[in-house]
């Protein structure tokens, strides 16, 4: 079992930046690739970035490719995603998740979920 807990989000200015960050208890973290998705109202669940169990690997959407950075410190258990140059379509719950299989895009090979953080863009 990994327990994810996700902090960071708020409103901010359209431009601005926020960081994420993903604390994650239980089982041994770097054992798990790690992964950030977002969900707008009405929209489903979409795929932001991941990053491999060392963190040497590490991938995005194409909608932010260049402004949002992911990285992990396994020593503090702790995944994070650095958002720069946010735009009001980046408006959404933000979630962190853990894959005990490969580094994916697709949500449902992630194993572990937390709850959610709210970052809203406003124009």
């Known amino acids: 079992q990994v327990q994810l807990v996700e902090s960071g989000g708020g409103l901010v200015q359209a431009g601005g930046s926020l960081r994420l960050s993903c604390a994650a208890s239980?089982?041994?973290?770097?054992?798990?690739?790690m992964g950030w998705f977002r969900q707008a109202p009405g929209k489903e669940r979409e795929f932001v970035a991941a990053?491999?169990?060392?963190?040497?690997?590490?991938f995005y959407a194409n909608s932010v490719k260049g402004r949002f950075t992911i990285s992990r410190d396994n020593a503090k258990n702790t995944v994070y995603l650095q958002m720069n140059s946010l735009k009001p379509e980046d408006t959404a719950v933000y979630y962190c998740?853990?894959?005990?299989?490969?580094?994916?895009?697709?949500?449902?090979?992630?194993?572990?979920w937390g709850q959610g953080t709210q970052v809203t863009v406003s124009s």
């Open positions: 239980g089982r041994t973290f770097s054992s798990y690739n």
């Open positions: 998740a853990a894959s005990y299989q490969g580094v994916s895009s697709f949500h449902g090979e992630y194993d572990y």
């Open positions: 990053i491999s169990r060392s963190g040497g690997s590490t």
